[in-house]
């Protein structure tokens, strides 16, 4: 039995009432509210009570829409509501109907209607004298007018709205007024008054536990630091915004702060991660039939294409963008694609195609206010108007002239806004251009300047994985820093400003600043790994992965994504990064008087190195074009593949490819270590930090001395490593940290040996483990990685032989193949390793992703960040059996009591009287140090 009719009628309103008053606080009741008024029953009610309670029906499922981000269907909502509320004689709740629609085409990019609609409703509810709905209408024009970039009337509607709301205690409106305000006035640049108004009104919000509100004020206070370059808060803040939307139910709002964080991971470059995260919203935003929101993902996916390489991609992406903005007329998004098409046109060379669109851009921004834009593109057009200065000629001066006035003046419009990324790009450009005037010190201030900001920006950021993409992309005054000191030929600072941007979050690492990211996710890690165990019995099998290989990405990608959010949840402020400035004084400190540091750097082409001794420092410059060199080093590397080959397939050429390898590094030798004869007198130890390609060098296989250039193709001569020890670092920051962990003899080993895909695994551990006093033997099913983590942190010693890969697509998911799963770089970094010796008896263990900065990514890292003080790995892949006997001999020498870097030199020279050739005794590199 239906309750009476003015039973119905009053329940209606109520559930009405409940939905509004839900919709901030907690839009899941808001929905509910909804459902139950949809349910009731009117047919049976007379005509004027059976259309009120459809009209109020309709209205709270408008409600309903618009929490879920389905504008289209509450705009349909809201007329029906209108409708039928006008039926039942209800002129003002009518005309209340209408003012959510006005958000709601807004958000659907139809302004035109949606200005109409205010317009009306405005004068219905005015004549009414319902001042209460006219003020929410007053906020949601200033929202409309907010979308269409009139951000100084926007404010002027929000701060009626704000007084009107305040004296009425409508508390919920009056934080959205002060929302939209602070939203207007960040727009227009006065970041610290829309802050202090933030916080306003977080207090508020907080005391009446409006929780949409304070979501949407985690995000805008994190967009005003995007904007800022304060990116440790506005990750942390996206982070926040994104839970709370997503714990109240709230699809369009977690979709925007999903792309709002694929902002931030853009500026800090974390590239693939951000277009991950373009793509999903792009999506939802097409879904959900919202033009404007697609756009603004579309540009900005344009510009992580473009950084990507993918030119071609990224216009395509800009051009839809610029469609969309076209059709909504909307003059800040169009302004936003040129400004990405300006930076690309500087990205190929195009000065004059980039001033052109910087321009354009600028112009646009400044009749719409957006003072954020504006300085961006003030930036824009002075490194436009810097890269087409001729170099030299009576024109020169006067076009830097310009350049130079171009750039303090955006530099003051950054410095009033506390804009970072700004000044740093600001102070970088007046630096090289007071350099090319022969001003070294007013240069080698602007670059200081701009170096303390960038530090300050990388220093607060939460983990290495941050730190190091942020890295990647501000090398300009770095690298420029170090021209001025290689100008100077002053070897101390030469290694200094090299080691200022060279590896350094392994340093960072290695002097306990951080964290690995924390596995947040142990059924998607079950999942990552089931996945990698069937792919490599497909591959195994021969048989065809691909589409699981495409699940394990994705499912690897997820991972790190959900360990990424929650150390960002956890909002725990970054540990101090190591010190920007290495001291050489400390590094000589802890040489002996025989050993040596070898530093190699390359800049604007030229290779050159800094030798490091106790009583002294050297530079070497120009040992040769960094293109020659790299050349060498992958004709090297050509050829000891061909020496492998040769072995099995090849024996008739042996001699041949012999004579080849002899060539290759006696070429090397000349270009990379005869210079330093004289610096390196009297070293009997020498740890080498190489640069980019020359990390994947086997040093020891060089030549002894330079040999005649007469001397006979197949000759070898003696080996630089069976003469001197050898041992390789990422950094001299990374080399020191090695030299403080003396040596001691190993006495407790772990030695797994997993031989399901390497025969002789298992028998290379025992033979291992005997050479121990005490040692844990796990072989067999007992060589996962559970045992691994159990047993590790007791070892002097930890020996894996085991099957290895080497992912280049995704360095963090290299991995040492065991018997219950992958042990990744990602796993292997929470190790809890004792400063003792790790080795990685497998294949190509030593290779590592190598990005700008010398940060390579690989097990021999993750290993060094677990606690490993030195961690021997292969260069390339190597036979087992061979490897067995080279095993065999390095740990015969450590119970002797010789080094780590002893028992490799004497190992090697042990290997070479039976295998001669570099492919079988080179491929072994000690990391770390002796």
Same mark, same amino acid.
């Given at each position: 039995?239906?309750?009476?009719?003015?039973?119905?009628?009053?329940?209606?309103?109520?559930?009405?009432?409940?939905?509004?008053?839900?919709?901030?606080?907690?839009?899941?009741?808001?929905?509910?509210?909804?459902?139950?008024?949809?349910?009731?029953?009117?047919? =049976?009610?007379?005509?004027?009570? !059976?259309?009120?309670?459809?009209?109020?029906?309709?209205?709270?499922?408008?409600?309903?829409?618009?929490?879920?981000?389905?504008?289209?269907? $509450?705009?349909?909502?809201?007329?029906?509501?209108?409708?039928?509320?006008?039926?039942?004689?209800?002129?003002?709740?009518?005309?209340?109907?209408?003012?959510?629609?006005?958000?709601?085409?807004?958000?659907?990019?139809?302004?035109?209607?949606?200005?109409?609609?205010?317009?009306?409703?405005?004068?219905?509810?005015?004549?009414?004298?319902?001042?209460?709905?006219?003020?929410?209408?007053?906020?949601?024009?200033?929202?409309?007018?907010?979308?269409?970039?009139?951000?100084?009337?926007?404010?002027?509607?929000?701060?009626?709205?704000?007084?009107?709301?305040?004296?009425?205690?409508?508390?919920?409106?009056?934080?959205?007024?002060?929302?939209? +305000?602070?939203?207007?006035?960040?727009?227009?640049?006065?970041?610290?008054?829309?802050?202090?108004?933030?916080?306003?009104?977080? &207090?508020?919000?907080?005391?009446?536990?409006?929780?949409?509100?304070?979501?949407?004020?985690?995000?805008?206070?994190?967009?005003?630091?995007?904007?800022?370059?304060?990116?440790?808060?506005?990750?942390?803040?996206?982070?926040?915004?994104?839970?709370?939307?997503?714990?109240?139910?709230?699809?369009?709002?977690?979709?925007?702060?999903?792309?709002?964080?694929?902002?931030?991971?853009?500026?800090?470059?974390?590239?693939?991660?951000?277009?991950?995260?373009?793509?999903?919203?792009?999506?939802?935003?097409?879904?959900?039939?919202?033009?404007?929101?697609?756009?603004?993902?579309?540009?900005?996916?344009?510009?992580?294409?473009?950084?990507?390489?993918?030119?071609?991609?990224?216009?395509?992406?800009?051009?839809?963008?610029?469609?969309?903005?076209?059709?909504?007329?909307?003059?800040?998004?169009?302004?936003?694609?040129?400004?990405?098409?300006?930076?690309?046109?500087?990205?190929?060379?195009?000065?004059?195609?980039?001033?052109?669109?910087?321009?354009?851009?600028?112009?646009?921004?400044?009749?719409?206010?957006?003072?954020?834009?504006?300085?961006?593109?003030?930036?824009?057009?002075?490194?436009?108007?810097?890269?087409?200065?001729?170099?030299?000629?009576?024109?020169?001066?006067?076009?830097?002239?310009?350049?130079?006035?171009?750039?303090?003046?955006?530099? $003051?419009?950054?410095?009033?806004?506390?804009?970072?990324?700004?000044?740093?790009?600001?102070?970088?450009?007046?630096?090289?251009?007071?350099?090319?005037?022969?001003?070294?010190?007013? !240069?080698?201030?602007?670059?200081?300047?701009?170096?303390?900001?960038?530090?300050?920006?990388?220093?607060?950021?939460?983990?290495?994985?941050?730190?190091?993409?942020?890295?990647? =992309?501000?090398?300009?005054?770095?690298?420029?820093?170090?021209?001025?000191?290689?100008?100077?030929?002053?070897?101390?600072?030469?290694?200094?400003?090299?080691?200022?941007?060279?590896?350094?979050?392994?340093?960072?690492?290695?002097?306990?600043?951080?964290?690995?990211?924390?596995?947040?996710?142990?059924?998607?890690?079950?999942?990552?790994?089931?996945?990698?165990?069937? &792919?490599?019995?497909?591959?195994?099998?021969?048989?065809?992965?691909?589409?699981?290989?495409?699940?394990?990405?994705?499912?690897?990608?997820?991972?790190?994504?959900?360990?990424?959010?929650?150390?960002?949840?956890?909002?725990?402020?970054?540990?101090?990064?190591?010190?920007?400035?290495?001291?050489?004084?400390?590094?000589?400190?802890?040489?002996?008087?025989?050993?040596?540091?070898?530093?190699?750097?390359?800049?604007?082409?030229?290779?050159?190195?800094?030798?490091?001794?106790? =009583?002294?420092?050297?530079?070497?410059?120009?040992?040769?074009?960094?293109?020659?060199?790299?050349?060498?080093?992958?004709?090297?590397?050509?050829? +000891? =593949?061909?020496?492998?080959?040769?072995? &099995?397939?090849?024996?008739?050429?042996?001699?041949?490819?012999?004579?080849?390898?002899?060539?290759?590094?006696?070429?090397?030798?000349?270009?990379?270590?005869?210079?330093?004869? !004289?610096?390196?007198?009297?070293?009997?130890?020498?740890?080498?930090?190489?640069?980019?390609?020359?990390?994947?060098?086997?040093?020891?296989?060089?030549?002894?001395?330079?040999?005649?250039?007469? $001397?006979?193709?197949?000759?070898?001569?003696? $080996?630089?490593?069976?003469?001197?020890?050898?041992?390789?670092?990422?950094?001299?920051?990374?080399?020191?940290?090695?030299?403080?962990?003396?040596?001691?003899?190993?006495?407790?080993?772990?030695?797994?040996?997993?031989?399901?895909?390497?025969?002789?695994?298992?028998?290379?551990?025992?033979?291992?483990?005997?050479?121990?006093?005490?040692?844990?033997?796990?072989?067999?099913?007992?060589?996962?990685?559970?045992?691994?983590?159990?047993?590790?942190?007791?070892?002097?010693?930890?020996?894996?032989?085991?099957?290895?890969?080497?992912?280049?697509?995704?360095?963090?998911?290299?991995?040492?193949?065991?018997?219950?799963?992958?042990?990744?770089?990602?796993?292997?970094?929470?190790?809890?390793?004792?400063?003792?010796?790790?080795?990685?008896?497998?294949?190509?263990?030593?290779? !590592?992703?190598?990005?700008?900065?010398?940060?390579?990514?690989?097990?021999?890292?993750?290993?060094?960040?677990?606690?490993?003080?030195?961690?021997?790995?292969?260069?390339?892949?190597?036979?087992?059996?061979?490897?067995?006997?080279?095993?065999?001999?390095?740990?015969?020498?450590?119970?002797?009591?010789?080094?780590?870097?002893?028992?490799?030199?004497?190992?090697?020279?042990?290997?070479?009287?039976?295998?001669?050739?570099?492919?079988?005794?080179?491929?072994?590199?000690?990391?770390?140090?002796?």
């Amino acid at each position: 039995m239906n309750p009476p009719a003015d039973a119905r009628v009053a329940r209606a309103w109520a559930l009405k009432e409940a939905c509004y008053e839900a919709w901030s606080r907690d839009p899941t009741q808001a929905a509910a509210a909804a459902r139950e008024l949809a349910e009731l029953r009117c047919d =049976d009610l007379p005509a004027r009570e !059976a259309a009120l309670v459809r009209g109020l029906g309709r209205w709270t499922a408008g409600i309903a829409d618009v929490t879920q981000g389905q504008m289209a269907e $509450a705009v349909a909502a809201f007329d029906d509501a209108q409708r039928a509320l006008g039926e039942a004689g209800e002129a003002d709740a009518a005309a209340q109907t209408q003012v959510p629609k006005i958000m709601a085409l807004s958000m659907l990019g139809q302004h035109e209607a949606a200005a109409a609609c205010a317009q009306a409703a405005q004068q219905a509810l005015r004549a009414l004298g319902n001042l209460a709905a006219a003020g929410r209408v007053s906020l949601n024009l200033g929202g409309l007018l907010l979308r269409r970039d009139a951000y100084a009337q926007a404010a002027r509607h929000y701060r009626e709205a704000a007084v009107l709301f305040a004296r009425r205690s409508d508390h919920q409106h009056s934080v959205l007024a002060d929302l939209g +305000l602070a939203a207007a006035l960040s727009s227009m640049g006065d970041f610290d008054e829309a802050l202090r108004i933030y916080a306003r009104a977080r &207090v508020r919000a907080q005391r009446h536990d409006l929780r949409q509100s304070l979501a949407m004020i985690d995000e805008s206070v994190a967009l005003v630091q995007l904007a800022r370059g304060q990116y440790d808060t506005a990750l942390q803040g996206m982070e926040s915004a994104r839970r709370g939307f997503e714990a109240l139910g709230l699809p369009h709002w977690t979709a925007v702060a999903e792309k709002q964080l694929a902002d931030t991971y853009l500026e800090l470059r974390l590239l693939p991660e951000a277009l991950a995260l373009f793509d999903a919203a792009i999506q939802r935003f097409r879904t959900l039939a919202l033009p404007e929101d697609e756009a603004f993902a579309l540009a900005q996916r344009g510009r992580a294409l473009a950084l990507r390489g993918r030119r071609e991609a990224s216009r395509d992406s800009f051009q839809a963008a610029a469609e969309r903005f076209a059709v909504q007329a909307h003059e800040v998004g169009q302004a936003s694609v040129q400004l990405a098409l300006a930076e690309l046109a500087l990205a190929q060379g195009d000065a004059a195609g980039a001033l052109q669109q910087a321009q354009a851009a600028a112009a646009a921004l400044a009749r719409s206010g957006h003072a954020e834009g504006a300085t961006r593109a003030a930036v824009l057009r002075a490194e436009a108007l810097a890269a087409a200065a001729p170099p030299d000629g009576p024109e020169a001066s006067a076009a830097r002239s310009v350049a130079r006035g171009a750039y303090e003046a955006a530099l $003051a419009d950054a410095r009033l806004r506390g804009q970072l990324p700004a000044q740093v790009r600001c102070l970088s450009g007046l630096g090289l251009l007071t350099w090319a005037e022969s001003r070294a010190g007013e !240069a080698a201030a602007a670059f200081e300047a701009a170096i303390d900001l960038l530090e300050d920006q990388r220093r607060a950021l939460p983990g290495d994985e941050f730190r190091s993409a942020f890295l990647t =992309d501000q090398l300009l005054p770095y690298r420029a820093r170090l021209r001025l000191a290689l100008a100077d030929g002053d070897a101390a600072d030469v290694l200094t400003q090299l080691e200022r941007y060279r590896a350094r979050s392994l340093a960072d690492r290695l002097a306990g600043a951080d964290t690995p990211l924390a596995d947040a996710d142990p059924a998607l890690r079950e999942r990552v790994n089931w996945l990698a165990r069937r &792919v490599r019995r497909l591959q195994e099998d021969g048989e065809p992965s691909a589409a699981l290989e495409a699940d394990l990405r994705a499912a690897e990608h997820q991972l790190l994504e959900s360990a990424r959010r929650a150390r960002l949840a956890g909002g725990a402020a970054a540990a101090s990064a190591a010190d920007a400035r290495f001291d050489p004084a400390a590094l000589q400190a802890g040489l002996a008087p025989g050993e040596a540091l070898v530093e190699y750097g390359a800049l604007d082409g030229e290779l050159f190195a800094v030798v490091v001794r106790a =009583d002294r420092l050297v530079l070497q410059r120009a040992l040769a074009t960094e293109a020659d060199v790299v050349r060498s080093v992958q004709s090297a590397r050509l050829q +000891l =593949d061909a020496q492998q080959q040769a072995d &099995v397939r090849l024996a008739a050429h042996q001699a041949q490819i012999a004579g080849r390898m002899q060539q290759r590094l006696r070429q090397l030798h000349q270009q990379l270590w005869a210079p330093l004869a !004289a610096s390196l007198a009297g070293a009997t130890q020498v740890l080498i930090v190489p640069h980019g390609p020359l990390a994947s060098l086997p040093f020891a296989a060089l030549p002894a001395d330079a040999r005649p250039g007469d $001397a006979q193709p197949g000759d070898a001569p003696e $080996a630089l490593g069976h003469r001197l020890v050898l041992a390789q670092a990422a950094s001299a920051q990374a080399a020191l940290h090695g030299l403080r962990h003396a040596h001691r003899v190993p006495r407790h080993a772990v030695v797994i040996g997993e031989s399901s895909a390497l025969p002789w695994a298992d028998a290379e551990a025992r033979t291992v483990a005997a050479c121990y006093p005490s040692a844990d033997l796990l072989v067999g099913a007992a060589a996962s990685c559970a045992a691994l983590e159990a047993a590790a942190p007791a070892a002097d010693v930890l020996h894996l032989a085991c099957h290895a890969q080497f992912r280049a697509d995704s360095p963090r998911f290299s991995a040492l193949h065991l018997a219950d799963g992958p042990m990744t770089v990602e796993r292997a970094e929470r190790l809890p390793l004792a400063a003792g010796l790790v080795v990685l008896s497998a294949c190509d263990t030593a290779l !590592a992703d190598e990005a700008a900065g010398d940060e390579q990514v690989g097990l021999v890292r993750a290993f060094l960040v677990a606690g490993a003080a030195r961690v021997l790995a292969a260069l390339w892949p190597v036979r087992d059996d061979v490897t067995a006997a080279f095993m065999a001999h390095f740990h015969a020498a450590l119970q002797c009591g010789q080094t780590a870097g002893e028992a490799l030199r004497a190992a090697q020279v042990a290997l070479a009287r039976s295998h001669p050739q570099p492919c079988h005794w080179a491929a072994f590199t000690l990391f770390g140090g002796w």
